[in-house]
């Protein structure tokens, strides 16, 4: 027996019981192609819920992580970080951004993000500006403040008392929208495409009006970009196509390719209510994720990666409806780039279970979405002989049971 083995029965005994992760244990991985400890291989159309978006252990990000560790691995934020300076200077080049904040997780930034804001407020404009609006369905994350903006009961029930001061309007809802946002509201927090909803993409009016009656009671908007971030809609940020610049944007997930790392991204004038000893963090920023998050963030401002995206989405958009075609299981099939929902048409034997363990048994990994949706977003330059293998598979489990 190999020493301190590991087993799924393991995960039962020792670990808290808030996953379910699958029967299999992934021991290695490369580019799109994962292998568990039976050497079983599987197609990732999943890239650890939109994070590893350049794959696993891509040569580059390998390359910086191995230099990094062989000449420092943390700092605290009393000396300068110079992977940090090197990573705010590309976010700072290719967005709207003047000042960076680091952290280590998505929900760290909207935390980060929403202190911001209400600070920015209370010594710019009122002490009594402090309000916040989300919108149904959203996810920011899973601490306290995040759960209470996600606007939905299932987040919160059992964890009361919630954060309070936040107000929740349905989402792509223009109607009684200025009834929400008011004198009193520090900032509005909002994702442009919703992923764990499934995905689901903010209407253009209703942004527009949102951007429009932040102007107009000097409100900031805070965009969540945490998933629809770092190219994954084919665009480095999704806010560049709905023609705005946010004021506040907070990032993670595929920026770091797998490493964990976070960022909250502003302009110089925002930033300045956030003060010596306003906010801090011990890992947010350090040195090995910094170095790996630079290179991730390179390779994902060239365009010619970009434009790979947009014509990946084509190829799986080809594919999904054909298979919809031959077999009506979708009521509908929704995407922003490469990350792609299908709504299923469950009946007894059909769902999102009965799929999501058919595709592992078959090697293809896929993740669910709310609404009876199988959320699609594999790395970002999975190769297309992959993408119809994987597809191929999802065929192959829909006509067993959906025929």
């Known amino acids: 027996m190999v020493p301190n083995m590991v087993t799924r029965t393991d995960f039962n005994r020792y670990m808290m019981p808030t996953y379910k992760p699958a029967n299999f244990i992934p021991s290695k991985a490369k580019g799109s192609i994962v292998w568990d400890k039976k050497n079983k291989k599987y197609i990732d159309f999943a890239s650890g819920i939109a994070v590893s978006s350049l794959g696993h252990c891509h040569p580059i990000l390998n390359k910086a992580l191995v230099e990094q560790s062989k000449k420092i691995w943390h700092l605290s934020n009393l000396l300068v970080n110079e992977p940090a300076m090197r990573l705010a200077k590309i976010f700072c080049k290719h967005t709207f951004a003047e000042k960076v904040f680091f952290a280590n997780s998505g929900a760290e930034a909207v935390e980060g993000a ?6 920015h407020a209370y010594e710019n404009i009122s002490k009594k500006k402090n309000e916040i609006v989300s919108f149904s369905d959203a996810f920011h994350g899973r601490t306290m403040m995040a759960i209470a903006l996600n606007g939905s009961d299932r987040f919160v029930k059992g964890f009361g008392p919630m954060p309070s001061g936040i107000k929740n309007h349905p989402f792509n809802e223009t109607k009684n929208l200025e009834k929400v946002i008011t004198k009193n509201t520090a900032a509005v927090i909002i994702e442009l495409v919703q992923g764990e909803a499934g995905i689901i993409k903010a209407k253009k009016d209703f942004i527009q009006k949102i951007k429009k009656l932040c102007k107009q009671n000097k409100v900031l908007m805070i ?9 994954r809609t084919g665009t480095l940020f999704a806010y560049e196509q709905f023609g705005i610049k946010p004021d506040i944007m907070c990032c993670a997930k595929g ?42 963030m390179t390779l994902l401002t060239k365009k010619t990666l970009l434009n790979g995206v947009k014509k990946k989405e084509k190829i799986f958009l080809k594919e999904l409806k054909s298979i919809n075609d031959d077999y009506k299981c979708f009521s509908a099939i929704r995407s922003s780039g490469l990350w792609i929902g299908c709504k299923l048409n469950v009946n007894e034997n059909f ?14 990994m896929i993740l669910k979405a709310n609404d009876n949706t199988i959320r699609l977003a594999p790395s970002l330059i999975i190769e297309d002989h992959l993408i119809l293998k994987g597809l191929k598979v999802l065929r192959a489990v829909i006509q067993e049971q959906h025929p």
């Open 114 to 119: 929403i202190k911001t804001a209400r600070k």
């Open 255 to 296: 920026i770091g390719g797998g490493i964990p790392i976070a960022a909250i991204l502003t302009t110089t004038k925002i930033a300045q209510c956030m003060q010596l000893g306003s906010h801090g963090t011990t890992f947010g920023g350090n040195p090995l994720a910094c170095a790996v998050a630079e290179q991730v």
């Open 351 to 364: 769902n999102l279970d009965t799929v999501m363990k058919a595709c592992y048994e078959k090697g293809l």
């Open 223 to 231: 965009i969540d970009e945490v998933q629809s971030g770092a190219g």
